[in-house]
Structures are given as structure tokens and as C-alpha cells.
């Protein structure tokens, strides 16, 4: 999939907001390619609209919240999970309240809503962040990182002194169905202490067995139990799929993180940000069409540019593999798979392998 992608149509659901209480409506529209993910507080006269990047992040308490001047939208990592997770790049979220919906605490009711609404594919190729060195951030005996890989992959280790927790491990190979069926039903969760307390001081108003996992002295509260034996890591997972999606453009690259959480998220994807700032980015056709141009005007197709073009195709060849091309490109002959390169691929690669 190199194609940015919409919605097909654009769907409404209401929710209860965790943090208020109170009834949240939201309509997720289509959006013209490059735009990204931008809410729009329609409750606000005039509405603003908040861009959902990580340079928008105000607060990473409790949940991830993006604001602008007073206006501002908290608990946006699901539906920004669920969003990337069914590969949806540009979209417009109209929401009449701070806070997105909590709904059943996990991504699912989003991932339905935008299954509803279907996907449209653009001719405008997508970006990818290219790590092609480590970047980390550490707090104490939390750390997130992220390593070059040839998949975007999210490790997790999370470990907790409740006995009904503990450690779990577990490691998400990011691929569109690998989300959706494994991670996206994972439901927040939280200890029955820290929610009382919360409630004490007037949040989490909206939080109930209906939409959290409530961990008591021994083990869940919630009469249905677990979605999956590993619900907690799945959603901690769940949550970053949604933080880093921030940075702005699909990553490529194996996330490690050991107890992290949004605040120390957030912080590895403004890492990541400051580092391309030190090494700016090369988009790619544009170098390659020069490249040829300049190397077939000056010396026609000689070994030199045969080698060149060999080199940068092999590099583009493989995000393009691992980041699962489309069939038809899969099966596309090299011909194919250059014209495709010089038409439509765009490729931010970080820091440039040609320097
Ligand atoms: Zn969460």
C-alpha cells in the first residue's frame, strides 16, 4: 500500500468522554491527500482546528491531548491507532467536545466506524520515516527507542508489582490485518485505587467497567474477564500505535519500549524530530529523476549511471517490500516498478544512506 489513503464516505458515532462524562459526538470525513489527520472543535465559534502532530501535544497525562490557544482535544490515541491501523493517512475529525469518546476503551469501535465509512485510495504516494539510526529517550527505569528494521515492528515490555499484571512481553509486527485482529480490541485498563482516586479529584467521570479494565486486590473486576489473556501489553502497544503515529509520517523502524507510556512516547517521537532537523530529510523521486537527468546528459547510460540507479532501486525496492507494496507492483517488472518509482514515490529516508 504506497498510495495515501481517505475514507470512503464520511460517519458519525456518539460516545461518553472518560475524563467529562459527557455525551461526544464525532464525524470522521475525507480529506485531500497530504493533509493528515486534523480535529476540528465544531463546538467553538469560530471552530479551530488542531493538526493531530506531535508538535500539537500539550499534555501527556492519562492520555495524549493536542491543543492550540485554549482549544484543545484529549484521548486521541485510539481513534489516531485505529486511523493508521486500517492505513487511513488524511482524514477530517469534526468532534463537538475535548475529549474523543471513550466508547468500549479499546480502538475496535473506531476500526468499525471507519470500515463503515470504507477506504479510498489517492494517486498521491505516501511518506515513509526512514530510521536508519537509533534514537532513544530514557526516564528513569523507563526507555523507548527505535532501531533501524526492515518492518515497522513495536516491542513492549511492561512489567507492574500487581500480582494479577505482572510482566508481559509482546511484539507487533505492524501490518494492517495484524492490528485490526490482534490489538485493536485491547481495552484500556486501569488499578480499582488509581481510578477511585482519580474520580476523587473529578476524572475519569465518564470511566466504567463498560469501557476500562478494572484491576481490584485480586484481579479483574470485570465479569467478562479478559479479551485476551495479554489484554494490558496489547494495549499499551494499542497506545503507541497511536502516539507515534504523531510523528506525521508512517514509520519504519522497530520500536523498543520498557514501561513507557504516552509522556515518554511522545518524547521519543520529538527525538526522532529533532534528530531530522540534524539530518535533513531526502525525498525521493525528485533526487533520482535529477540524478538521471544530469548523469544522461552528461554521459549517457555508461556503467556509472547503471550502478547508481541499480544502488538507489535496490534501497527503494526494499522499503517498498517490506512496507507490503501491492500486489500489482509486487508483480510489476523492474520496468514497471522504476516508472512507478519516478512517477509517484516519494521517500523520506533518515538520515540519507548516500551521505
Ligand atoms: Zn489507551
Redesign the pocket.
Known amino acids: 500500500m504506497i498510495f495515501q489513503q481517505t475514507l470512503g464516505n464520511k460517519v458519525t458515532f456518539s460516545g461518553i468522554g472518560l475524563h467529562t462524562g459527557k455525551t461526544i459526538t464525532i464525524t470522521l470525513r475525507p480529506a485531500e491527500p497530504g493533509t493528515g489527520v486534523v480535529f476540528h472543535r465544531v463546538d467553538l465559534t469560530p471552530a479551530v482546528s488542531i493538526e493531530a502532530h506531535a508538535e500539537n501535544v500539550v499534555n501527556t497525562r492519562l492520555?495524549t491531548t493536542i491543543g492550540r490557544g485554549e482549544a484543545s482535544v484529549s484521548t486521541i490515541?485510539?481513534l489516531m491507532a485505529a486511523l493508521y491501523g486500517c492505513g487511513i493517512d488524511n482524514a477530517h475529525v469534526d468532534i463537538n467536545g475535548p475529549e474523543v469518546p471513550i466508547m468500549d476503551g479499546s480502538a475496535a469501535p473506531f476500526v468499525s466506524a471507519i470500515v463503515k465509512a470504507g477506504v479510498k485510495e489517492s494517486r498521491k504516494a505516501r511518506k515513509y520515516l526512514v530510521i536508519k539510526k537509533p534514537v532513544s529517550v530514557t526516564e528513569g527505569d523507563k526507555k523507548a527507542s527505535i532501531i533501524p528494521s526492515r518492518h515497522y515492528k513495536i516491542s513492549f515490555d511492561m512489567q507492574f508489582a500487581h500480582p494479577a499484571v505482572k510482566s508481559q512481553v509482546r511484539s507487533l509486527e505492524f501490518s494492517q490485518t495484524s492490528f485490526t485482529d490482534e490489538y485493536a480490541a485491547a481495552r484500556?485498563f486501569g488499578f480499582l485505587a488509581e481510578v477511585e482516586m482519580m474520580k476523587s479529584h473529578g476524572l475519569a467521570l465518564g470511566g466504567s467497567l463498560e469501557n476500562a479494565v478494572v484491576i481490584g486486590d485480586n484481579g479483574v473486576l470485570n465479569p467478562e474477564g479478559l479479551r485476551f489473556q495479554d489484554e494490558f501489553v496489547r494495549?499499551k502497544i494499542?497506545?503507541s500505535v497511536g502516539d507515534f503515529s504523531l510523528a506525521g509520517h508512517r514509520l519504519i523502524g522497530h520500536v523498543k519500549a520498557t514501561k513507557s507510556g504516552h509522556d515518554l512516547n511522545h518524547k521519543l517521537v520529538m527525538e526522532i524530530q529533532a534528530s531530522r532537523l540534524l539530518h535533513p530529510d531526502r525525498v525521493h523521486p525528485a533526487g533520482l529523476q535529477r540524478s538521471l537527468q544530469h548523469r544522461a546528459a552528461g554521459a549517457g547510460l555508461a556503467g556509472g549511471l547503471k550502478r547508481q540507479v541499480k544502488t538507489k532501486i535496490k534501497i527503494k525496492t526494499e522499503v517498498v517490500v517490506k512496507t507490503e507494496v501491492e500486489q500489482k507492483l509486487r508483480a510489476a517488472p523492474f520496468g514497471g516498478l522504476l516508472f512507478s518509482f519516478q512517477r509517484d514515490l516519494e521517500l523520506l529516508e533518515f538520515p540519507s544512506p548516500f551521505v
Open positions: 492520555s490515541e485510539h484500556t494495549h494499542l497506545d
